[in-house]
Structure formats: structure tokens, C-alpha cells
């Protein structure tokens, strides 16, 4: 597929994608959303990528779904364009690699959709966070609704959901939306340096991570822990790499992943 909105450069084992569209401030639209589907099955089939970066062009990460765009569906469109978005997030989430999103500015509606939809955020100060769906007589789209109160708890993720108030960067950390705060000069520095610690351990002890972890979060602690125990002892014996690492440290030497 020829890309338009989205920009890679792949360095290190390290994808960093960046949204372009900057005079929509990013806005999320269906080329976007077939885009990404398209950059998320390239992705997959990279065995040397190790982690992706998300980030926006200018002044926004995304400020939210394209309105000129939504304005004239119907119900039935309504609805299509949800699960368009859902679907697409949700895939971005079933990545085996882990996906930062490194939020640069506005992280609006779609665009705090999509931030949570990655595995982990990295905010600059200036960065500034809502989701404002209800000003215009809309609730969010693209699973807002079911992620924020996952991450946040269900009063602080109310309390954003029904105001439609727009928090800034120290606010989104306080409450674990994101999970660092950097000035707006070192945040892809920061998002790659996090993202090649994670790329510099076991390769398929971090993607196992990442799939138990969401897996449990959807079942019960009971049903989490016997994953958990399957996926770790998937890691042992000759030829996995939890026996290298293991041996290298007993060498004190680098493990070859």
C-alpha cells in the first residue's frame, strides 16, 4: 500500500511511525485507519523490528476523529465507523511487539483512542489530554469508553468522559494515563532509548509478556496465573532463550538473543 498519512523510518530494530497530516492536526479519517491496518500486518512480518513508536507531525499527536468526515452518516455509518476504528486499535493492541505511543501534543477524542490503544505513553509537557466526544453530542468511538476505565479507574475516567475537560501532562501521570513526562525536546529521544531497553532483552520473553498480561487482564486471576505458568515454562530447555539468558548470566556474559 502507498502511505500517505503515515511516515516509518526503521533504525535499530525500532519503528517509529508518524502520523502526517498535520494541517488536521492529525485528524483520524478512513485513509487512516486502512493505513494503519496495512502498516500493522507489514509490521508483524518483520522479524528484525523490535518495538514501534507512534507519534504526530506538529502540534498534535492526533486532536480526534475527522468530523467533515463523520457529519453526513447516518446511523448505520455511525456505526461502521466505530468498529472501522475499533477494529484497527484493536489490532494495533495484538501486536506481538511492544508499541509506545510518544505524544507530542494534542491527544484528543481518537487521538487519546489510539494513545491507549498502544502498549505504554510517553507524554511531553506539552502534551494535553481529553476526550470531548460529549460537547458534541457524541460518546467516544473507538473503545474509549472500555479502555480509559481500564487504565484510570471508572470515577477519574467518568469524570473525563461526562466534563469533556482537557487535563495536561502532569494530570494524565498523576492518574496513570501515561507513564512518564519529559520536555518536549527529549521525548523521541526518551521514547527510543525506552524503546531499544526493550528491544535489548529477550525477544520472545518481551512479546510473552505483553501477551499475558493482556490476555489476564480479560480473564480471571485463577485463569491469568495458568497462562502465566505455561507461557514461563514455554521459555526453558535447550534452544529457548530463557536457557541462554540464564546461562549467560551464570557466565557473565551478553546473551545472544
Do not use: H
Not at 520536555?183 to 505483553?210: F, H, Q
Amino acid at each position: 500500500m502507498e502511505y500517505q498519512i503515515l511516515k516509518t523510518e526503521i533504525k535499530e530494530g525500532i519503528a517509529v511511525v508518524t502520523i502526517s497530516r498535520p494541517k488536521a492536526m492529525n485528524a483520524l479519517n478512513t485513509r487512516f485507519f486502512n493505513e494503519m491496518d496495512a502498516l500493522v500486518a507489514e509490521i508483524n512480518n518483520k522479524k528484525d523490528v523490535r518495538a514501534m513508536i507512534i507519534t504526530g507531525e506538529g502540534k498534535a499527536f492526533v486532536a480526534g476523529a475527522d468530523i467533515a468526515e463523520m457529519v453526513d452518516k447516518d446511523s448505520d455509518g455511525g456505526v461502521a465507523f466505530s468498529r472501522l476504528g475499533q477494529n484497527t486499535f484493536s489490532s494495533l493492541g495484538k501486536m506481538s511487539i511492544p508499541v509506545i505511543a510518544a505524544i507530542n501534543g494534542f491527544a484528543l477524542g481518537g487521538g487519546l483512542e489510539l494513545a491507549m490503544s498502544c502498549d505504554f505513553r510517553i507524554a511531553s509537557t506539552k502534551a494535553k489530554f481529553g476526550q470531548p466526544e460529549v460537547s458534541l453530542g457524541l460518546i467516544p468511538g473507538y473503545a474509549g469508553t472500555q479502555r480509559l476505565p481500564r487504565l484510570v479507574g471508572m470515577g477519574d475516567a467518568l469524570y473525563l468522559l461526562m466534563t469533556a475537560d482537557m487535563i495536561g501532562a502532569e494530570d494524565a501521570l498523576r492518574i496513570g494515563l501515561v507513564q512518564k513526562v519529559v520536555e518536549p525536546e527529549e521525548l523521541m529521544e526518551t521514547a527510543t532509548k525506552v524503546a531499544g531497553t526493550i528491544a535489548s532483552k529477550g525477544p520472545e520473553a518481551v512479546k510473552k509478556v505483553k501477551q499475558v498480561v493482556r490476555q489476564g487482564m480479560e480473564t480471571s486471576q485463577a485463569e491469568g496465573e495458568q497462562l502465566e505458568a505455561g507461557q514461563f515454562g514455554s521459555l526453558f530447555g535447550e534452544g529457548k532463550q530463557g536457557k541462554e539468558g540464564m546461562q549467560a548470566f551464570l557466565e557473565k556474559r551478553k546473551p545472544e538473543w
